[in-house]
């Protein structure tokens, strides 16, 4: 029984608000032939789109773009809604959305470009060789709950600049803010080549039934079931899946920023980010002075929920579930002899946990080792940066990391030596904000990247090779039937002249004798 049918389909959704546990909105579950025929609906346009080429659908992205900034209070609302995110949070998602629509918008003309490589032999001149980049013709996104809005556009902009159709499957926690995206695209009155499908994990197990490219983000588990699926179709996929990021406290570091940078790194969106930090390791000199400035800074912070006017630093965790992983972390490490200097449980409120600094903790732990998805610090004292780099990559993850340290040098290399897709120094989440950096996860962190400059519409694209006559051609290449002895031992001794290296070039003694079928005179 395949996924599609192994649960019972739900064919609507209840949003609640996880802050309040208000229900905020009903939405319609798609069935699999629903699915289907989006799918095949979008095979219609995408022809269209493109052939408009990167220019004309720069016209529309920007268009979108305007759409957003026009939108952007609303799409907070809405946003804050379905997640009971603080407001300046909800904030960041639609203009991360018009930065990146900007960066793609722009450029995706000069990435799509036709290449014309040079040939690697003089043979091979005759020939004007192009590499073509043309798009999949529809691309599956499936996005989890902890950026409804930002984490859908993070990948439908560039695969819309590719220009491929795209069917976008939000989480079925969060999916108005999905919505909201196809009607505006709707309402700039763009190609219809955008299209969102609502419901939980059959739908999205459908979605990879029908498109021709996977785009996935979440966790690692769902992350190996699309990648079986994916396997039996022969799909091409792409997955950012969780991470465990790993920070370094140095002796040298400015103690002051880093307590502040690893404090919002831990816990920025409740700590529901993938690249959140998650475990802290500090060189024993600064271990408790990095302490008191973290603890002191934890605990001013503003936990509750926002309206319109920003009164709060951290909001509600997503759902019940996200609430239930935190507590069982903060358990376990209590019970293996960890301390909680500030926080340790949920509020009581909502879906509140308090932000929580661990001691004493150590690999034997969930909150080391498991993803926590949830505002933990959990810290740990280590001799020297040896002992960190050891610990750090003691990890099946390796999503991204940080270092902080007053030597630049030091910092980087100490990041060639962790193994991790992206290492910011003296900062977190910094390579996400690069789009000409690629955001991949290592180990059971990812598969493939998004962005990197023009790799990130590339990826979406088949590369297509054309190769054009330069002269004028004879009627037959010396190579054709039927096969000649002399014609061989021309073509082949000009292969071996052009490939092999120093006297060995000159083999056409030992091709004449293999060509007329006798073992060469050494
Ligand atoms: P999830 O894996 O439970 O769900 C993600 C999406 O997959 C949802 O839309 C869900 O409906 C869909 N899905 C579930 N089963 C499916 C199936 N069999 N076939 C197709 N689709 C299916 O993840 P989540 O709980 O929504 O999100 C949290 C996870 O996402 C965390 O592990 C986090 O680290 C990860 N994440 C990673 C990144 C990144 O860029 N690396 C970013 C954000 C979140």
Redesign the pocket.
């Known amino acids: 029984m395949s996924?599609t049918e192994s649960r019972t389909w739900p064919t609507e959704l209840v949003v609640r608000n996880p802050a309040t546990g208000r229900v905020v909105a009903e939405v319609a579950a798609q069935s699999a032939e629903e699915v289907a025929a989006a799918v095949r609906d979008l095979r219609l346009h995408q022809h269209e789109w493109e052939v408009i080429g990167a220019r004309g659908r720069k016209r529309w992205l920007l268009k979108f773009q305007d759409w957003l900034i026009d939108n952007n209070d609303h799409l907070a609302d809405v946003l804050q809604s379905e997640t009971g995110k603080p407001r300046v949070d909800a904030l960041i998602d639609p203009s991360f959305a018009v930065d990146l629509l900007g960066y793609y918008a722009r450029r995706a003309e000069r990435f799509l470009a036709d290449e014309h490589p040079a040939p690697h032999s003089p043979l091979a001149r005759v020939k004007r060789l192009t590499t073509v980049y043309r798009p999949y013709p529809v691309i599956g996104v499936?996005?989890?709950?902890?950026?409804p809005l930002a984490?859908p556009a993070l990948d439908v902009i560039p695969a819309l600049a590719a220009g491929a159709a795209v069917l976008l499957?939000?989480?079925?926690?969060t999916p108005l803010s999905a919505l909201e995206l196809a009607r505006g695209w709707a309402e700039i009155g763009a190609p219809p080549v955008l299209t969102v499908v609502t419901?939980?994990?059959?739908?999205?197990?459908a979605?990879?039934d029908n498109v021709d490219f996977v785009q996935?983000?979440?966790?690692?588990?769902?992350?190996r079931?699309?990648a079986t699926?994916c396997a039996e179709r022969l799909l091409p996929y792409s997955m950012?899946?969780?991470?465990k990021d790993p920070a370094i406290v140095l002796a040298d570091a400015d103690i002051d920023r880093a307590a502040y940078g690893i404090a919002f790194g831990a816990l920025f969106n409740s700590g529901?980010?993938?690249?959140s930090v998650e475990r802290i390791y500090v060189e024993a000199p600064v271990y408790d002075k990095f302490l008191d400035k973290l603890t002191a800074h934890v605990r001013e912070l503003r936990q509750g929920i926002d309206g319109r006017k920003p009164e709060h630093d951290l909001g509600a965790m997503a759902n019940d579930a996200?609430q239930a992983i935190v507590t069982e972390h903060v358990q376990d490490a209590i019970a293996k002899g960890a301390k909680v200097l500030t926080g340790g449980q949920a509020t009581g409120v909502g879906t509140f946990f308090e932000p929580t600094v661990l001691v004493e903790v150590d690999h034997s732990m969930l909150c080391m080792t498991e993803?926590t998805?949830g505002p933990l610090l959990p810290v740990m004292r280590v001799a020297d940066e040896t002992e960190a780099i050891a610990l750090a990559n003691d990890s099946r993850y390796g999503?991204s990391a940080s270092v902080w340290t007053g030597d630049r040098v030091r910092g980087e290399r100490i990041a060639r030596q962790l193994d991790a897709g992206a290492v910011n120094i003296n900062d977190m989440f910094a390579n996400l904000f690069n789009f000409a950096l690629p955001?991949g996860?290592w180990g059971q962190?990812?598969v493939g990247a998004?962005w990197g400059g023009a790799d990130g519409v590339r990826k979406y694209c088949r590369a297509q090779a054309i190769t054009t006559p330069i002269l004028p051609t004879q009627q037959k290449e010396p190579l054709w039937f039927p096969y000649n002895t002399n014609k061989l031992v021309v073509a082949l001794s000009a292969m071996r002249a052009a490939g092999a290296h120093g006297p060995r070039r000159l083999g056409v003694l030992d091709i004449l004798n293999s060509a007329r079928g006798r073992v060469a005179d050494l």
């Open positions: 996924d499936i996005t989890p709950w902890n950026f984490m499957k939000p989480s079925e926690v419901g939980g994990p059959q739908v999205g197990a979605v990879v996935f983000t979440g966790s690692t588990a769902t992350g079931r699309i699926a950012e899946l969780g991470g529901q980010v993938c690249i996200q993803e998805f999503l955001m996860g962190s990812g998004r």
